[in-house]
């Protein structure tokens, strides 16, 4: 079990997607799953590991490294996947904006900044759609968003 305690990180369990891990994380992997975890890139990770005794008397094997090639490509993979992810989220507003849904964008605005969409980049998608879809659509936008932030 990994419980993140600084920074942010990756891990992958053997053939599995890798997944971005943040402070106050706990991941938790099988006993004999080979797995790989460590510091995102450019950044530092801290965090604790705990690790139970099996019946063998083993805890731990520790496995080939990976090569910074392997690293670089993953990583990059994951980025590539996190900048899709965070434009739809975008794309996924700017059309609740359009359509008129507070009721819905409130919520997906939650998740673009989950996605890693700034606050800032938000305020200028409703400016810019105000041309667009009209200023009432963007104004009831703009009140749905400080809603939303207000409270976070």
């Given at each position: 079990m990994l419980i993140v305690t600084?920074?942010?990180?990756r891990v992958q369990q053997w053939g599995q997607p890798i997944e971005e891990?943040?402070?106050?994380?706990?991941?938790?992997?099988?006993?004999?799953?080979?797995?790989r975890h460590g510091a995102a890139p450019a950044t530092s990770m801290a965090h604790i590991a705990v690790v139970e005794q099996?019946?063998?008397?083993?805890?731990?094997?520790?496995?080939?490294?990976?090569?910074?090639?392997?690293?670089?490509t993953a990583?990059?993979?994951?980025?590539?996947r996190r900048r899709a992810t965070r434009d739809r989220s975008l794309v996924t507003v700017s059309?609740?904006?359009?359509?008129?849904?507070?009721?819905?964008?409130?919520s997906h605005l939650l998740r673009a900044r989950q996605n890693g969409v700034?606050?800032?980049?938000?305020s200028e998608a409703m400016t810019h759609l105000a041309f667009y879809a009209g200023w009432r659509s963007a104004l009831t936008a703009v009140t749905a968003?400080?809603?939303v932030f207000e409270k976070k």
């Open positions: 600084a920074g942010t990180g891990i943040r402070v106050g994380d706990v991941v938790r992997i099988p006993p004999n799953a080979k797995h099996l019946p063998t008397g083993n805890t731990t094997n520790r496995m080939e490294k990976v090569s910074l090639e392997q690293y670089h990583c990059r993979r994951t980025i590539d059309a609740l904006i359009v359509m008129n849904r507070p009721d819905q964008l409130r700034t606050e800032q980049e938000l968003a400080r809603e």
